[in-house]
């Protein structure tokens, strides 16, 4: 018997700074309406989706920049998003940004969350990999505070067994880095949710195509996916936000490593794909069954060092 | 000043059973000086260049195939590749199968050299991921029996500062996984040498299409270059060999994975492209800034795990 999950993608378009979280999850429950009339049994929202990605502004003070984060989940305003996908029997994956007090400490993490068909929260992951910088950048025409806003995460990159799948979680830039997939193809995720913020520019080189700016985006991915024998569901938040254009390119990747739907809009829009647990297999008991093939005492760099070293002189 | 290394991909045609070393240095000759003519000063040949592709067949007795293996380099047939890259100046990088006697034991390895412009041997790397099996297959049409014939390389992944450059190799299956060029990343690589012979079928899979297969081919060696900002060149040993269809399409991969140079042919072809060094800083000290962004502490289970193991159950 196949194992098909049928999982919606649910691209966001801009969400500007004066939108309340309240009018932010209409437009999410009009996207899990559709996922429900379209059989979906998983929908993915965004990073960070219920708010403006709010890393891009500077406050000397970080406490300023607590109104965009959530003390508890399921709060108030997200509540209906819970109801009413427990009421479809539906689980979903939800990034936000988190502020927990412990031991008198404020810590904030970049976060998403998978909550089960029964409304519960299954899982939790906190963004490994913080993009941009600390400080005020005056050589930038925007800034990129992730590393001001937030704590790496401190939760590794967890696998859970939930809706009789393996399902595992990265945020953005962590599907970047191939740490982030092989750290949970070990644990054989079957499916890899993320959502991601990125500028369509890269002000770094502003010459740089669009076109190869997506082709990164969903290369990473796609090489994630086929490397891991995992579905990888990456799903944006696009459009011009607060001014700053973020790409779009949704997309659902086959095991394969092959694109099997992905968005045509910057705006709300809902993608969705069949996703068939056992198209799992083939990579991972063949090309890539890791017992047989991988070498770890050979990998021992990848965690003895952090940055680089160049090779010694000639 | 660009630091510009011109550097040929010297894809070969196949190579029958009954054709001598000799006959195919004399056609690795021919594409050297297509090289020269093109000024490069680098060029790199296929794995196993110098025979076909012996792990397809099954001796009981693995010495039974010692025939194809080089006991020394240079040794008299390859000798002449050596002296005639010393006279044009160029370095070379080759594959072969190596044996060695050491404390009277016998150790065989996919091995892969790199030499300099003075043609003295600056590196070698002998393959760690060994695809296949070591016993004959009863289920398969065809052996591919690496796993038999070689031990898996007991060298790592060095990068060699060579030529002004820090280069690294690998081999065939290795350009699939993550690992080898996050190793080579981590030592600062700008360019990856590497060759394959890789069947145009899958015989796990009959029904996947070339083109498929193809993607994956170039897609992982893609992701390597752009996720660790180094050039690669991946160059096949193709055509029908032994009646065993092999896949072509050797590459030059810029550091933004892009192909900037593709084989148009099954059959001995030069490929060539300027591979600006320095086309490798922008990733390396951007968006993948190793220093800055990577979180070792959870890429442990990267080596402290071969194989993979499933979450708890839900």
Redesign the interface.
């Known amino acids: 018997m196949a194992r098909v999950l049928r999982i919606g993608g649910a691209q966001l378009g801009p969400i500007q700074k004066a939108d309340s979280r309240q009018a932010v999850v209409a437009r999410m429950l009009a996207l899990l309406d559709q996922a429900k009339e379209a059989g979906c049994d998983l929908v993915v929202y965004p990073e960070l989706a219920l708010t403006t990605f709010f890393p891009r502004w500077y406050a000397e003070d970080i406490a300023e920049m607590d109104d965009y984060f959530e003390r508890e989940m399921p709060n108030d305003a997200v509540k209906p998003l819970f109801d009413r996908a427990k009421d479809y029997g539906m689980g979903f994956c939800l990034g936000y940004a988190e502020l927990v007090e412990e031991g008198g400490e404020t810590h904030r993490f970049n976060t998403c969350i998978l909550v089960d068909r029964d409304g519960k929260i299954a899982g939790k992951y906190r963004k490994?990999?913080?993009?941009g910088h600390a400080d005020y950048d005056t050589s930038l025409r925007w800034q990129h505070l992730e590393k001001r806003y937030f704590e790496?995460?401190d939760l590794?990159?967890?696998?859970?067994?939930?809706m009789?799948a393996?399902l595992g979680m990265c945020i953005c830039?962590d599907r970047?880095?191939?740490?982030t997939?092989?750290?949970m193809?070990?644990?054989?995720v079957e499916v890899v949710m993320l959502g991601y913020n990125t500028p369509v520019e890269n002000q770094?080189?502003p010459d740089e195509a669009p076109a190869?700016r997506m082709?990164?985006n969903q290369?990473?991915m796609?090489?994630g996916a086929?490397?891991n024998g995992t579905w990888v569901v990456g799903v944006a938040k696009c459009g011009v936000e607060d001014g700053h254009d973020l790409m779009a390119g949704s997309v659902i990747v086959s095991p394969?490593?092959?694109i099997v739907a992905e968005a045509k809009t910057r705006e709300d829009e809902l993608i969705v794909a069949d996703c068939d647990l056992d198209k799992c297999t083939?990579n991972?008991t063949?090309?890539?069954?890791?017992?047989?093939?991988?070498?770890?005492e050979?990998?021992?760099?990848?965690?003895?060092?952090?940055?680089?070293?160049?090779?010694?002189?000639?």
């Open positions: 490994v990999h913080l993009p790496p995460g590794g990159f967890p696998v859970w067994r939930s009789d393996n830039n970047r880095w191939p740490e997939y092989r750290v193809g070990l644990q054989e770094h080189t190869l082709f990164h290369m990473s796609q090489a086929y490397q394969d490593g092959e083939l991972k063949t090309i890539f069954n890791f017992a047989a093939h991988r070498r770890p050979h990998y021992r760099m990848i965690i003895e060092r952090t940055g680089s070293e160049p090779p010694a002189a000639e």
